[in-house]
């Protein structure tokens, strides 16, 4: 039985070296989540004690939940529904598991669908904060640009549009030629950006009053539904439960220690969150600004801090380019599980299941375009639609894919493939893994969730 395990290559091939994994990886986990989500949902639920929660939710639902995932990518080989299948069933049981690599492939599909939408704003900001006189204007102009900008369908469109055919080309490429390279440009400059910007806001922001937001918790700022946002946040900054790293462990070399990988992955990504909150919200309180503006928070207030400082619009350019790679690099891997499943369920090239699936989640992607103009009215328990996706995607069909991937991970696989695909040869780290998978995990989800309802 194990025999067939070791022997399955993925027919897309593979990462050329376990660092290609581990770039590629981090580079789904940094994105829009990390720099745009996570300064304005901290603003929103009130600072350090939404940020500890989050932090409690990586590390004890987190990094384990990605192991496990990984472990599964590698040893079914295939796309998260399929490597679900038929590593439930080479562990003697249910074939049903692949619903939950499904619920994997659809999350990843209706994220796509927002997530190429914002990332088209961030694009289009590339644009008009490198025009000097942007960020020169008043802050009453520079949000009454981003207002306008967004009541314009059209123009969402146009940038939805952008975004969603670059990601395709990428994915048509295959996972070498394509995701691999893009990582490996994209990244360093990603974070080299980002690392200019923080020493940026050191020198010129409230540096310490952000520290003090971001790390010295409220408790009386924290409400039920903050607890929820913080859970959902930690499984999609680490691109859990949506088949994008179950996928990506699907090329892994065999010869790649899961847990470090893990490990190395999540770590970074949180680091990278955190050094956006440190980047932005010392030029938010530098400039009076309010950090619980919503969506529109790197968008308003950034052009706006940006103008009052010596080289503006060269820093807000390239806080803009710097948010563009960063979601690129998660747009490709949101893409690829649908289209590897394309690919294996029907047999078609990688270039034509890359369109089928692209055009999808592009029109899919109407609703969110429309969702800030002509339906912004349209409103389901007070939800926008755009609001309806966020939600649904980030707080209930991950924690919840999560929950099932914990439970399958401990329960119901053979505990020495476990520990073998892990590669941990210290047992007392390996016992340690599957407590937590075993009961914490599982059990601070569904707390969180069973606190929503009651
Ligand atoms: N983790 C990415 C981010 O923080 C978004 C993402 C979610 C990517 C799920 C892939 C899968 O922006």
Redesign the pocket.
């Known amino acids: 039985m194990n025999h067939g395990i070791e022997q399955r290559q993925s027919q897309h091939g593979q990462w050329s070296s376990r660092w290609a994994f581990i770039m590629a990886a981090t580079g789904?986990?940094?994105?829009?989540?990390?720099i745009w989500k996570f300064p304005y949902i901290t603003g929103q639920h009130g600072g350090g004690a939404f940020v500890l929660i989050y932090l409690v939710c990586i590390f004890i639902i987190g990094i384990p939940v990605m192991m496990a995932e990984i472990m599964i990518g590698r040893s079914g080989r295939q796309n998260p529904l399929d490597s679900m299948k038929s590593v439930a069933v080479e562990n003697g049981r249910s074939s049903h598991w692949r619903w939950v690599g499904a619920l994997g492939i659809l999350a990843?599909f209706l994220?796509l669908s927002y997530?190429s939408v914002i990332a088209g704003w961030s694009l289009a900001y590339v644009f008009k904060v490198a025009v000097p006189s942007f960020i020169e204007r008043s802050p009453q102009a520079i949000d009454a640009s981003f207002d306008n900008f967004v009541a314009n369908p059209w123009k969402l469109l146009f940038w939805h549009s952008v975004m969603i055919i670059a990601t395709a080309v990428i994915i048509a490429k295959g996972v070498e030629k394509g995701i691999e390279k893009t990582v490996y440009v994209m990244f360093p400059a990603m974070l080299t950006l980002l690392g200019v910007l923080v020493v940026y806001a050191m020198e010129s922001g409230h540096f310490a009053q952000s520290v003090s937001y971001l790390f010295h918790p409220d408790f009386s700022k924290l409400k039920t539904h903050g607890i929820v946002a913080a859970m959902g946040q930690a499984f999609?900054?680490?691109?859990l439960a949506?088949g994008?790293i179950m996928m990506y462990g699907a090329y892994l070399p065999r010869s790649a220690s899961v847990t470090k990988a893990a490990v190395v992955i999540a770590l970074s990504d949180t680091f990278v969150a955190l050094l956006a909150g440190l980047a932005i919200f010392p030029v938010v309180f530098a400039n009076g600004l309010e950090p619980s503006s919503g969506p529109g928070l790197i968008f308003e207030t950034l052009p706006i801090a940006f103008g009052h400082m010596p080289f503006g619009n060269v820093f807000a350019t390239l806080f803009f380019v710097m948010l563009v790679f960063a979601?690129f690099t998660?747009a490709i891997?949101?893409l690829e599980p649908s289209v590897a499943w394309l690919i294996e369920t029907f047999k078609i090239p990688r270039r034509k299941a890359a369109i089928i699936s692209s055009f999808g989640i592009w029109f899919v992607g109407l609703v969110t375009v429309v969702s800030f103009n002509w339906a912004a009215n349209i409103k389901l328990f007070k939800l926008t639609m755009f609001e309806v996706l966020d939600f649904l995607t980030a707080n209930i069909m991950l924690p919840l894919g999560g929950f099932f991937i914990a439970i399958f991970a401990v329960w119901f696989l053979n505990r020495d493939v476990a520990r073998r695909e892990l590669q941990l040869p210290d047992g007392k780290l390996f016992s340690t893994w599957r407590f937590v998978v075993r009961y914490i995990s599982p059990v601070a989800i569904l707390v969180v969730f069973i606190s929503v309802i009651v």
């Open positions: 789904a986990a940094v994105g829009l989540g990390n990843s994220i997530y999609f900054s680490l691109s949506t994008s979601a998660s891997s949101l």
